[in-house]
């Protein structure tokens, strides 16, 4: 099949660390026909022009508090047939988009979603769901191997994660955009229920891995902490509007409203809330409904070809590699790891101590991934608590697991770096 061209729009605002090393996790992406378009404020721009291939770049001012516009504009710019979106808190596997633009070669298949690890590089924040008329998900059961596409059944549609999702660019001009009375949350819940209202199918793309890091923004802390309800209270508002009949408004949200207050509870009893706290934010939830119910509704007119022509991005193959070491021997092995990077090879830098501690794996600035962990300890949550393993068992286990996002290509019994 030939690659179709691809557009990765990333936006950010606010976190430019952040941007510059998702856009490094970027330039490792083994796909050749693909460019790279940065909606950000200006110190955004600013991170991304201090990177070595910014002149690869499309860069696109834009500082206004809402993701829907912000996405509207990078589509604007998007030449590519396909326009893939991820987070600038967030870094993609390099056979990313390889995986989740496949199901495209179906001219039935209009959106693609994949799966999202959290924090600690090991657990799936995001996997499969459905949504109900009332924009609630429901997991889903798939193939983790292999993708699936569906067409659900009336009033139904299919979840794609903002933060890992692409779509036909021609699909998403025929319907307007995003909807900008979406300033922030449900977004794509709006988009996904449109699609499936117009009869488009979605495919879920399991292989088709982020790491999603859940960076601080206006409307929560680092650690996940709700600091202003205004816009998800007004974005339920909206989609009511759009989505949920007259009738059934006010009970769906008397129990959005009880589902807010009861993950603020949460927060409370772990020390992370003041009970002051609680009632500021569920005033905020409440205003924010308020105002979701007035807002205008928005109206998008994007033209049918790009602004500018696609910009390929110069992705190069590269070569995965693994070197295995251990807490002693960590910061001279480091060093071999950095040469290996420097060379142009994608570095999975392995540190096995002889301990049964949980395993966590983060892509660094520098653009390696580093997974730390216990010899003997859990890799997948669901693992046995204790494990007799050797290191080069170990070793081999953790380059099949990532084999088909990292493209490690090797044989069982090979020796290991």
Not at 9 to 20: E, M, N
Request: aromatic share 8%.
């Amino acid at each position: 099949m030939i690659d179709l061209p691809v557009s990765v729009v990333i936006v950010s605002r606010g976190r430019p660390h952040s941007l510059a090393r998702t856009l490094t996790g970027i330039s490792q992406l083994q796909y050749w026909n693909f460019e790279v378009v940065v909606v950000a404020d200006p110190d955004g721009i600013k991170s991304a022009q201090n990177l070595p291939f910014a002149d690869t770049l499309k860069l696109v001012a834009f500082d206004e508090p809402n993701i829907s516009a912000a996405r509207n504009r990078g589509l604007l710019h998007a030449a590519g047939e396909i326009v893939a979106y991820i987070d600038d808190d967030a870094v993609p596997e390099p056979m990313w988009l390889r995986h989740l633009v496949a199901p495209a070669a179906r001219s039935d298949v209009a959106a693609m979603g994949g799966y999202v690890r959290g924090r600690n590089g090991i657990s799936f924040q995001w996997k499969a769901a459905s949504l109900d008329a009332f924009g609630m998900h429901h997991s889903l059961s798939v193939d983790p191997k292999q993708a699936t596409v569906m067409k659900p059944p009336k009033g139904r549609a299919i979840k794609t994660e903002g933060t890992n999702m692409a779509f036909r660019r021609d699909v998403l001009i025929d319907l307007g955009g995003f909807d900008p009375a979406f300033h922030y949350f449900l977004d794509e819940t709006d988009m996904n229920m449109r699609l499936s209202k117009a009869g488009h199918a979605t495919a879920i793309v399991p292989m088709a891995e982020v790491h999603h890091g859940y960076a601080e923004n206006r409307m929560r802390t680092a650690a996940r902490v709700p600091t202003d309800l205004f816009d998800i209270g007004a974005s339920w508002a909206v989609f009511q509007r759009k989505h949920v009949a007259q009738v059934d408004r006010a009970g769906h949200w008397r129990t959005l409203r009880a589902e807010q207050r009861q993950r603020l509870l949460r927060f409370l009893q772990a020390g992370q809330l003041e009970p002051r706290d609680v009632r500021s934010l569920l005033k905020r939830l409440d205003q924010g409904y308020v105002e979701g119910q007035a807002r205008k509704a928005a109206t998008t007119n994007l033209p049918k070809h790009a602004v500018a022509p696609f910009q390929r991005f110069p992705s190069m193959p590269r070569r995965s590699k693994m070197i295995v070491s251990r807490p002693i021997r960590a910061q001279k092995d480091r060093k071999r790891a950095l040469e290996c990077l420097a060379s142009g090879h994608i570095v999975t830098f392995l540190i096995l101590s002889p301990t049964t501690m949980f395993h966590h794996l983060s892509f660094e600035n520098d653009g390696m991934w580093v997974q730390k962990g216990g010899l003997f300890g859990k890799v997948d949550r669901t693992d046995r608590l204790f494990t007799i393993s050797s290191r080069r068992k170990k070793a081999q286990l953790e380059k099949a697991r990532v084999a088909s996002q990292r493209d490690f290509k090797f044989e069982i019994g090979e020796k290991l770096t």
